[in-house]
């Protein structure tokens, strides 16, 4: 039924309930439309840099403003209320947000597929990936104070931050100096298809574009090769592997 409020003034306390949930909506829409905006019109790097600088200047500015609203202070950054927190309930805080990460993934994937089609919604997955990598990649080396060019060391501690990470099982085998072999032993999606009996879902096309994006922003020295990702067989202990070596140096 359409509201009879003719301004959000008007509305009435369930409903102003349900506005202030999808003003929180558009303003992560707003935030990563900017973001999309700046990426196209002064390119890749440029928009990285940019989003780092907004980010971190915006999130302050609304926390402090929601804590004065919600009566937490704000100690270095940091919400008073997550350090309160158990570390048991702040651990599965940080699970819920990977696998809510996950959930929206899957229900964008869903919803153009049952629209467009599989191909169009693996197109879009695969492109959506191409944005999402580098971006995660540079709030990881943000976050974890990496050096422009850390290395195969950098990479491999990066991997440990991922969202993925929190739900998920990963595992990494030195090959030599040069590089290393990245597994998924046990993945979230892959394990509930298994369950159901269904067979794997081919996420090669994007795990080709998720994880060389993701290896080349860390350190663009990196090269990524895949071993195996489904529909490839894959033994058990393992569906996909992905082996990141760091490029010789050219020569001058």
């Not at 002064?42 to 302050?60: C, D, I, N, P, Q």
């Not at 947000?97 to 597929?113: C, H, I, P, R, S």
């Not at 090669?204 to 290896?215: C, I, P, W």
Request: charged share 25%; with cysteine.
């Amino acid at each position: 039924m359409e509201t009879q409020a003719q301004n959000a003034s008007e509305l009435s306390k369930e409903d102003t309930a349900k506005f202030v949930v999808d003003m929180f909506h558009r303003l992560i829409l707003h935030h990563g439309l900017w973001y999309a905006e700046v990426k196209h019109q002064m390119g890749s790097e440029k928009g990285l840099e940019l989003l780092a600088s907004a980010s971190k200047k915006s999130l302050a500015i609304q926390l402090k403003h929601l804590g004065n609203l919600f009566g937490f202070t704000m100690e270095d950054g940091i919400p008073s209320f997550l350090l309160d927190m158990e570390a048991e309930k702040l651990d599965e805080l940080k699970s819920r947000l990977a696998k809510n990460w996950l959930v929206n993934d899957g229900v964008w994937f869903q919803t153009v597929e049952f629209a467009e089609g599989m191909n169009e919604a693996k197109r879009c997955n695969d492109s959506c990936w191409a944005q999402f990598s580098p971006v995660e990649a540079g709030c990881i080396k943000s976050f974890l104070k990496l050096s422009d060019q850390p290395g195969l060391d950098g990479l491999k501690k990066a991997l440990g931050f991922r969202m993925y990470e929190s739900i998920n099982t990963q595992s990494i085998v030195d090959e030599s100096a040069d590089s290393f072999v990245f597994q998924m032993n046990k993945c979230r999606v892959q394990d509930a298809r298994k369950r159901k009996g269904l067979p794997d879902y081919p996420c090669k096309s994007a795990g080709l574009v998720e994880y060389s994006y993701f290896a080349k922003s860390i350190d663009n020295r990196i090269a990524t090769e895949c071993i195996g990702c489904p529909p490839d067989a894959h033994p058990d202990e393992w569906y996909c592997a992905w082996r990141f070596s760091l490029e010789p140096e050219p020569l001058i």
